[in-house]
């Protein structure tokens, strides 16, 4: 079974925080995303990486850095962070065949 | 604008009914179609995938069909459980794998009461 794991949980920070999100996935997946899900809308693509030290941007890019050190470690950085980006965060991992998600981030930003 | 549109938004129906749930799209090309389950406050986990032209699945209680041409697809739950109750999401790839750009709808909020 893919296993892709986050932290924090949850996590609340003030505007104008710097905030990091964590995905582990152990899978030897190459290719790694972020999301946000937003109550009315579908997933939204952050960024996203088919390898260590590489980076793609997604649709919904704009406040957002992301990084990925090694196969394994996927993280989404927010330098300054807002409002608007108070979100449910999924990383996912994928394979050929199907995408792999981990149980998302709940991210308020005061 | 959003090329995945799902209905109902939300849906309560009574532990052993059957429901349907829709999934329109107008994402080119459509490679295949997935449903996805997301119990609250965790993640998806695929149910089924769809493929071909017209395509039908079943896994279990749960059974979908696609429509390529209509750019339609439909999600039916049979007997329901209790443990039904989730958001239902429909995603549509415009690849031959999940490396591709995925399209999500906003999702189906089912509610299986007692």
């Known amino acids: 079974e893919a296993a892709v794991t986050q932290s924090p949980r949850n996590k609340v920070t003030v505007t104008g925080g710097n905030v990091t999100l964590s995905c582990r996935q152990t899978?030897?997946?190459?290719?790694m995303y972020w999301y946000r899900q937003d109550t009315g809308h579908g997933l939204r693509l952050i960024h996203y990486s088919y390898g260590a030290g590489n980076l793609q941007i997604g649709d919904v890019p704009d406040g957002y850095k992301a990084t990925r050190t090694t196969q394994e470690d996927f993280f989404l950085l927010l330098e300054l962070a807002s409002p608007s980006q108070t979100s449910l965060y999924f990383c996912a991992s994928s394979d050929w065949d199907t995408q792999y998600f981990g149980p998302g981030t709940r991210l308020l930003v005061l | 604008k959003t090329q995945v549109e799902q209905s109902p938004q939300s849906l309560v129906v009574r532990q052993g009914e059957n429901c349907v749930l829709q999934c329109n799209y107008s994402v080119t090309p459509d490679n295949h179609l997935r449903w996805f389950k997301q119990d609250t406050g965790k993640g998806l986990v695929s149910l089924t995938v769809?493929?071909?032209?017209?395509d039908k699945t079943s896994n279990g209680r749960y059974s979908a069909t696609l429509d390529k041409d209509a750019k339609h697809s439909t999600l039916h739950i049979t007997a329901t459980l209790l443990d039904d109750t989730a958001t239902y999401i429909c995603v549509v790839g415009d690849r031959g794998s999940a490396l591709g750009r995925l399209h999500f709808g906003a999702g189906t909020q089912l509610i299986v009461i007692p």
């Open positions: 769809l493929v071909d032209q017209k």
């Open positions: 899978n030897s997946h190459n290719y």
